[in-house]
């Protein structure tokens, strides 16, 4: 086998750290000093120190707050989760209201009707009945040759859900007999 120089530098760095580490003995200690380290006698045992003793500290909660008690009502974050995890993922069709939306198109098919909206962007998307549209959750119920009827669940000022219809229609000059 071939050495190389690095390969030959490395060996003998080893052997000399290998032999240095030999030579000082066990910690570092010659053989000498161990002996004179291990020879020389106590003279004072060493004194256990002074036990101090101090008085036990005693919690006084008055007008302090409690600590064990959590900063948040958790009953309150707790309804919130749940009306969270109802809500479905939103589509792209339910991240802008039913007014930016524009009805270019109604085609009459095998299964049924379908609309053609576009939004602001200039993209278009595709309605059945039953799809979502707009911030409210609104829902295509019907979709005629000129218009598509959107019912959307509103909430009041106060608090009740009202149903709301919506209609989208084509313009008159986009309207085919």
Same mark, same amino acid.
């Given at each position: ?5 690095? #390969? ?16 000082? *003995? ?11 380290? @291990? &020879? ?11 036990? %101090? ?15 064990? @008690? ?9 309804? @919130?989760? #749940? ?25 009459? *098919?095998?299964? *049924? ?6 939004? &602001? ?19 295509? #119920? &019907? ?7 959107? %019912?959307?669940?509103? #909430?009041?000022?106060? *608090? @009740? ?17």
């Amino acid at each position: 086998m071939r050495l190389t120089h690095k #390969t030959r530098k490395l060996r003998a760095a080893f052997f000399w750290t290998a032999l240095m580490l030999m030579l000082m *003995g066990p910690a570092g200690i010659s053989a000498a000093q161990g002996t004179a380290a @291990k &020879a020389k006698p106590a003279t004072q045992a060493p004194q256990p120190p002074q036990a %101090h003793q101090e008085e036990a500290y005693r919690y006084n909660p008055e007008g302090r707050i409690d600590p064990f @008690k959590p900063f948040v009502d958790l009953s309150a974050s707790a309804k @919130k989760k #749940t009306e969270k995890s109802k809500v479905p993922p939103l589509n792209p069709l339910q991240r802008l209201g039913i007014e930016q939306f524009r009805l270019v198109g109604v085609v009459k *098919g095998n299964k *049924g009707r379908r609309a053609m909206v576009q939004d &602001a962007s200039g993209k278009f998307y595709s309605l059945v009945p039953g799809s979502y549209i707009g911030l409210n959750r609104g829902r295509v #119920t &019907a979709i005629l040759k000129d218009r598509v009827i959107v %019912h959307e669940r509103v #909430t009041t000022d106060e *608090g @009740k859900i009202e149903s709301r219809r919506q209609v989208m229609k084509l313009r008159q000059d986009e309207v085919k007999p």
